[in-house]
């Protein structure tokens, strides 16, 4: 009798569902990306983001305990500087934001969260390039990775677990693990943005980091189109001494991350950017979209294409409904 197989039968009841899920979503995979301005009295909306906000001190450490407390497995910090110059001075100051920041959490929380921080000049510079400049304005590769390295101490030493080197820098993730070991700091953990695609899906964020930057950063950041070379990035930084790799953007790039997931031996994460994160915020405020739904959708299919970590600015809340 037709038919002879029956695949709804393992969908007729929630139980049954459950029972033979696939994809895995839960709250220790997701990473909170967070931001903390210098000076700020008190949290600033981000327009373009609704519910993110560029935080105060004291707002950042209650909004990671509430990250910890829900269960989200990590937080990566961001600065934002009162003050930028060519060569992004702040980033290397013990007294900048981004450092004062990361010796508060860590002192907040000590080992309960992994601390991350955000290993790139881009925040921290009055053009907002992710480098410094030579003098024909192009970015300077080598000169970038000296200040890389003394950042990467610093951040290291205020207490930072893992570092998350995103500027696409040739050689960026071997000079640091040589700075950081050097300085005593083995122990710090290296998340290697090794595939990061220029892509228009970082509007929201130059907002979020009062981007300065004019023109694109095409000369670093991979184009769209390439697979391969993403691969190749990949394993370049594999050979330098990467602990955990990152594919950034995550949704319009799925193809990559599974390519990422099939070939690394170490663990890989997807950064669900600021951009998809505006767009469903935008349809379900317009209700075309089930909020919470989709959320969980959009996160279910990073992990299913092979992401073991998530960054997402819905790490809280969607630890909460997982719970």
Known sequence: MFPEHRPRRLRSTAALRRLVSETTLRPRQLILPMF???GAETPRPISSMPGVVQ???DTLRKAAVEAVQAGVGGLMLFGIPAERDATGSGAVDDNGILNVAL???????????VLMADTCLDEFTDHGHCGVLDEGGAVDNDATLSVYADMAVAQAE???HMLGPSGMMDGQVGVI???LDEAGHAETGILAYSAKYASA????????????LTGDRKTYQQDPGNAREALREIELDLEEGADAIMIKPA???????????????IPVAAYNISGEYAMVEAAAANG????ERTILEVLTSIRRAGADMILTYWATEAAAWLD
Do not use: C, K, M, N
Request: charged share 30%.
């Open 36 to 38: 903390v301005a210098e």
């Open 55 to 57: 935080h105060t001190r």
């Open 103 to 113: 010796r508060d959490l860590r002192s907040e929380l000590g080992d309960s969260t």
């Open 158 to 160: 205020a207490g930072a």
């Open 177 to 179: 693990r040589r700075a």
């Open 201 to 212: 899906f970082y509007g929201p964020f130059r907002e979020a980091v009062d981007s300065q």
């Open 251 to 265: 949704l319009s790039y799925l193809d990559i991350l599974r390519q990422a997931a099939d070939a690394s031996p």
């Open 288 to 291: 075309w979209l089930d909020r």
